[in-house]
């Protein structure tokens, strides 16, 4: 009896529940064509700038463009002491701020206690993140420039940049380690695994895909700086190589490099977009172009990375 | 795994001599090091270029500024200090602190060029109390058309371009037209990058901007120079042969180079790479877009570099002083 007198009413809602999906599936509708429209032209902003460099700056894109120094003559200036200098600082700031961020994220995540502490600790990093480059470099130029007296030197730029890159890393470490499943812990701990062994043989081992992105998405970054790289005061015309890092004989490895001056990919281009003549425009637009064409390399390297690490994990 | 260790020890051996280095290695090569303006930066690097081809000795060129350059300058840091504008009494008595003495060198002129959009047909020629009118810190906020320049200017809103205050093209232009070092008024566009001067007052009808004569030179399909009228009541447009005869003036400045002293006196390749400079500086400033002195001047200034004397012509501030006058000035100095 109940039954029936209720369901002419649930029929009655049944148009006005109708009514309400329909309006849901239009919402739903609304917000994907707006996230579609965000994502467009963003996209197209970046793919517009891009070709309009790659067209300004393609006459330059020769072999001679990356073996020649910088001169007065734009025809036959190149990028060669810039990109052996961006690579230097780069090569720096990998070995500094790797070993040091995953090992800080590791500690953050697996041995800090929950206390006051490790949570200032937490918040000081993000912010970390978040600084602007200009005041790394400031610090970098009262600390290592002159406190450490490292000069202005490829060590005190990649030293810069791994502090810049520090944060990156040690955020993108946490949360890989973060997004390992309890029960792998809790599973080796049973089989009476220390807490280094399980950090180091499965913690670490599976969350290299994330680490491995954070890494790189904080290269990237670090490959475009130039505020804090001019801040320290990277050179504008150098016209030599520093000394190779590797030789032949015995050790091998040199590191008087690290002492050297040096310039690098963005300041070469900040300073032919400020020259009166054109053909230094041209000249930026390819170094910027290449910029682009790095950055994009290293993030589809970072994709791919993680793509065939994860596939590798069965948990 | 083996490679794994490899990675490990390499990483390790990085931090360890990341600790280890710093003393021992800094200051092995033997490299001129010059920094500072940026005005001044492609004659040093045009000269840096040849010198390091013809004879191997290697030279790095800095963009600090004309400022940042001779803090570098009275630290020691750098041999040779490019400026464009004289050394100030604040950064000669650092440098004197420091125990630097300088040894001070025009390489060239730099003509600062007033410009207008090209459809722009009233403002041909200007006085500098015109151009002082528009610029000085009381026009702030009242002088707003180019009918209040002159009478018969069209009632054309007045905007102005010029490089920001960091820049020596700023200090001179206020020490040159509204006659006290930076005072200007607050209510115009400035830029460090005067390709950007360039478009925006391409862009404007009313608009008015300096900068170097190159970057006028390269935009010549874009902009219009401006006559301004000389000290003789001439009015001048700037040019290369305008600038070298002297009747350019008061905006044509000389540009400088400062030479550490006990560096110029005592070290081979300093003293080659100076001798070099004077010998090419004409040439090169020709070249990327500057006002080459006189074979006599560029003489003459060899001679005072040779004597080893220090100390600035601008202990007082002058303009439009001529290569002679800035030796003899300086030479009387002490």
Known sequence: MVKNKKQPAVIKDLESIRAMIRRHKRNDLIFAAVGMFVIASLTITLLV?????????????????????PSRK??????????VGSSLVLLVTFFVA?????????YLEEYAKKNWTSDIIEINVSNLAGVPSIIYGLLALGLFVYAFGLGQSIL????????????????????????IPIHIREAAYAVGATKWQVVYDHVIQYSYGGILTGVIIGMARAIGETAPIITIGALTFIAFLPPTPVTVDPPFLNFEW??????VLPIQMFNWISRPQHAFHINAAATGAIIIILTALMNGAAIKLRYNIRKKIKW | MKENNLLKISIAAAIASTFTFSATTFAAVDIVKIDGSSTVYPISEAVAEEFQKATGIKVTVGLSGTGGGFKKFCRGETVISDASRPIKAKEAKMCEEAGIS?????????????????GNDWAKELTPA????MWEPAAQGKIMSWNQIRPGFPDQPLKLFGPGADSGTFDYFTEAIIEKSKAIRGDFTASEDDNVLVQGVSGDKGAIGYFGLAYFVENKDKLDAVAVQNGAGKFVLPSVETTMDGSYNPLARPLFIYLNATKAAFDPNVKKFVEFYLKNAGKMAKEVGYIPFSNEEYAAITEHYRTLKTGTAFEKPAIGLSVKQMLELSAANK
Do not use: C, H, Q
């Open chain 2, 130 to 133: 015109e151009l002082k009118k």
């Open chain 2, 102 to 118: 300088f040894i001070e060198i025009p390489v060239a002129f730099d003509a600062l060029t007033v410009v207008v959009n090209k």
């Open chain 1, 74 to 83: 734009p025809e036959i200036a190149g990028i060669l002491s810039a990109w």
């Open chain 1, 156 to 179: 005190s730029a990649g030293l810069t940049l791994a502090l810049l890159m520090l944060p990156i890393v040690i955020v993108s470490t946490r949360e890989a380690i973060r997004a």
């Open chain 1, 98 to 106: 790797v070993p040091l961020g995953i090992a800080a994220g590791v």
């Open chain 1, 49 to 69: 700038l891009f070709l309009d460099l790659i067209l300004d700056g393609y006459p330059r894109f020769t072999l001679d463009f990356f073996t020649n120094y």
């Open chain 1, 258 to 263: 690290l002492s050297s001056g040096f310039t």
